[in-house]
């Protein structure tokens, strides 16, 4: 059964890495280093993306790097998904429907002492891909036009190293740190009478974030969570070539000119959570998230940053342990997530909500699990200059428990 087990992860990674390039094509991926992704891990999704307060003692928690605190020594966690989505964009005149398969993560956790245990996770953290066509604009202190196409794809990557430590049996702190590295490309046309300018820049970005965390189990019912991600710098470098094409023919302005370009800051950001576990069925997890934005001194060339909140509420529910029958075991989950956005356009922000359900299906007597949840959610809003965007997501979340260095009780 273990190496069936095994077969079907190496397969669902498979998978899903083979779309690991069919990210976002959400419009407001325009801005910034583009979408930021949500990749949560184990049953996360169907919480409506909450758990800073819930510890990593049957699946990986990349909420809180303390959560690792509290991992059973000789247990081995592999987590790894994707998700499909369908989404529709509709402003005041058109409507379109787009489809894509995308890769969320892959991590690992191991315990280091009875105390303490590490993570690594390889997951993505912004997509850029969007396409403009034929969009006509007005010149600046003219009465003339001009028409713009434009084509977005790329996107950063988070390579995320984390530790936690119990300190006596109630509280754990942790450490991560974000490696943030990838690229974005930019392929623009300005046509003005017969005149037609292509830009084509291809920017490089690195950083590094570091986070920390703590929980606190007040008692076996009622945990509390925080986190703490630290402001950093993501240092940018591009190349970039311009040419003219016109009556005369076709002119290099620049071919692959390499240049430093404006470097993009993300900001201090600070979470806190509770959960709380009822009659010891019903567990109800609570965040808050506030990102500040407006310290980052930095706005878009198509809109503003600015501070930024967010707010998770999640419900699961099992029935109690020690149940013999697989169906008693399934954990069934529900949750509502709504975030302000970080970006203003027009005087109006860009927020967005959804909603969750989710089943955890166990596999053997471990703590394995495929966690799947349908999310439903809005983005953005219908007026001048702006996009609604509606999308319905099947995420895939499949968790791996191995059991290392225990002696057999029967040869």
Known sequence: ??????????????TTASFSQSISSSPYSLYGLGSLYDSDFGSIPSIGSSGIALPSNRFINNLNPASLGFMYQNHFLFDVGGKAIQSSYENISTKENRNNVQFSHIAFASPVTERSAFSIALKPYSSTTFKIS?????ILDSQENYVLSATGTGGLNNLDLSYGYRIGKKLALGISTSLLFGNTIDDRSYTISNSVTNIYKKTNYSGVRASLGAQLKLDSTFTLGMNLKSPTKINATKVQSVSSVNNSG??????????????????????IGVSKVFKNNLNVTLDYGKGLWNSTNQSDLYGNFINQDKMALGFSYSKSKNIRSYFDRIQYATGFNYDTGYLEVDNKR???????????????????ALNITYSYGQKGRISDGLIKENYHKLSLNLCLDGIWFVKRKFE
Do not use: H, R
Request: proline share 5%.
């Open 250 to 271: 076709t002119t290099t302005i620049e071919s692959e000119l390499a240049s430093d370009t404006d470097d993009y800051f993300i900001p201090l950001e600070i979470g």
């Open 134 to 138: 034929n969009l006509t604009l007005p």
């Open 1 to 14: 059964m273990k190496n069936k087990i095994a077969f079907i992860a190496l397969f669902f990674f498979m």
């Open 350 to 368: 860009i927020n967005s909500m959804a909603i969750s359900v989710g089943v955890s299906l166990p596999i053997e007597n471990t703590f394995s």
